[in-house]
């Protein structure tokens, strides 16, 4: 087995967080690597002689474009490992060209947004957020049975758009509930839908039958505002829509609208922009829960990138494919 | 198969949560039963025109304690069916020393339990109502990496107080996630924690080990305050208490103290008093999630407790034994 020069590129105090003291011991017996030097700039000279010997880029989030100038620099390198989820911002058409291998560790991200949803869902059909809202305000008895008859996870319908890594996830984990689960995707049919134990909907049918609707696509241009104001129209009175994907997927501005009457609640994790004006409704309508984009991999989950990363770069020594390699071609489907 | 006589013993408007309209169908298929006729009096003409027949008693919420008078005045009854969970209330000593048959639905307020507490641990784990009041106070982007370096669902503890039927369906429902789980029962041994999968530790140990306690201990006057203010210490900083049992378990001034200090967060469905006092600092601590009890069977969830008294009848009525059985032994250590 060979051991591959591999250089870090990624923000600065990144390793610290991706790797456990023991996943850097073991990145050093699968690569030959310094992991005191992380490469933030690629066009430094420091960065200049760390490529110019690197079989391996392994790069994280802050990783700068790997473009045609840089891949000069990088006669040897001939895979990018990335620990992190997207590559379009690093990987450019250059890499593609000169057919350099990438890797993803976006397979570390489908368990922390699914288990951040399956949370949700159950906490959305029980109408966990406006009672404990309701309490706060009132601060006497509230009479559950009658102003909430409908809450409960029992036969309620949820509505999956997009059986994605996440949304197939999602799908799995909500299997030992009494719910029933619908699924909206382009590129399933309704054996493969039947297979994963769920029924599948066109995305307007989806919208008006279901009581939580979770959304999983991918952030493309044939997917923005794919929640436009008619869609979100078509959710029933009550029903609780949760964006944990990308912000560019739902016309903010329809959804606000409708939040602001009351009809619908939502669980927002993702935005447009990313980060709100401070002016934003969204931070105090009631029926909302307003989070700074945490579904995803936080704090030690941020170590699963880092392992499967690691894992990556130890089947490449070995002579092996990639288990989750991206290939230009996926680029259209994937966010 | 024979169709037994009985009479509905509840709050007058609990039927039409408990019954949809096919399980009322049902229910007069398997029993002799006039579904428009609630008892809530049992010491009534009508009550006792209807007791002076009835072979079962389908007791819900409100249904008032079957005492000796009453046994006298319901000479061919045989069982009480509770639509609920706990049957101290209504089942009195009397009954026992008849021999009444006595079944429960408490099996149907697992589910709920588990699946609000799973929600919970999850989101606990992730820091996620922190984080969501992080933003809303700040209005600007949050740094989650270094300012919640140690959250997420990765290799975390979790400890389970009581293996009961909830805490050990919570154990269950815990298995898809990568994390270590620990349980703390005076009725469980080691090989039995372990065919459940999970660690068993003394109570101390377990506060001192978890990241998230959860407790589903029976309220007992053997349990009350068994979270004392020395074990609430033994928490680690940053650790999440969940209680959804009940209040008389938790030294609940104990408790405000140490959440007064911000060492520690709780979700916390359960009081004492039930309803607290409008001044009580449960209601605006920021590191409290505080609901109205909420994490039983609520709403629709209410038609599993209907649907399983009318299994329970159905049983009766074929001359089987009650699936769900309640035991007067039972009593020393069930809620």
Redesign the interface.
């Known amino acids: 087995m060979s051991k591959p020069e591999a250089v870090l590129a990624m923000q600065p105090?990144?390793p610290q967080?991706l790797f456990s003291p023991a996943a850097l011991d073991r990145l050093q017996t699968v690569a030959s690597v310094d992991p005191d030097v992380v490469v933030s700039e690629l066009s430094t000279a420091e960065a200049r002689a760390c490529l110019a010997r690197a079989e391996i880029i392994l790069s994280g989030w802050g990783c700068p474009p790997i473009d045609a100038a840089i891949l000069e620099s990088a006669p040897a390198l001939r895979a990018i490992v990335h620990a992190g989820g997207g590559v379009k911002g690093h990987v450019t058409p250059a890499c593609w060209e000169r057919g350099i291998l990438v890797s993803t560790a976006a397979r570390a991200n489908v368990?922390?947004v699914a288990?951040?949803t399956?949370?949700?869902i159950?906490?959305a059909n029980?109408?966990?957020h406006r009672?404990?809202r309701?309490?706060?305000d009132r601060?006497?008895?509230?009479d559950?049975?009658?102003e909430?008859?409908?809450?409960?996870?029992?036969?309620?319908t949820v509505g999956i758009i997009g059986a994605s890594r996440i949304g197939s996830r999602v799908i799995?984990?909500l299997r030992?509930?009494?719910l029933d689960v619908l699924v909206s995707d382009p590129y399933l049919d309704g054996a493969a839908a039947n297979r994963l134990g769920v029924e599948l909907r066109e995305l307007d049918d989806l919208m008006a039958e279901s009581d939580v609707v979770s959304i999983h696509a991918p952030a493309l241009p044939s997917t923005r505002h794919m929640l436009d104001a008619r869609r979100l129209a078509l959710l029933r009175d009550g029903a609780v829509l949760i964006n944990t994907a990308r912000g560019s997927l739902v016309d903010q501005d329809a959804l606000v609208a409708e939040l602001a009457t009351g009809r619908i609640d939502a669980v927002i994790d993702v935005t447009e922009p990313?980060?709100?004006?401070?002016d934003s409704p969204l931070?105090?309508l009631p029926n909302v829960?307003?989070?700074?984009?945490?579904a995803g991999?936080?704090?030690?989950?941020?170590?699963?990138l880092g392992d499967s990363a690691i894992d990556e770069i130890e089947r490449y020594a070995a002579g092996e494919p990639f288990a989750h390699p991206v290939a230009v071609a996926d680029l259209e489907r994937i966010a």
Chains 1, 2 share one sequence.
């Open positions: 105090d990144l967080r368990g922390p288990e951040y399956l949370a949700m159950l906490l029980k109408a966990a009672m404990a309701t309490y706060a601060r006497v008895a509230v559950l049975l009658t909430f008859p409908t809450v409960g996870n029992y036969r309620k799995e984990l030992p509930f009494d990313e980060v709100l004006p401070p931070y105090e829960v307003l989070t700074p984009h945490i991999a936080l704090g030690v989950e941020v170590r699963r």
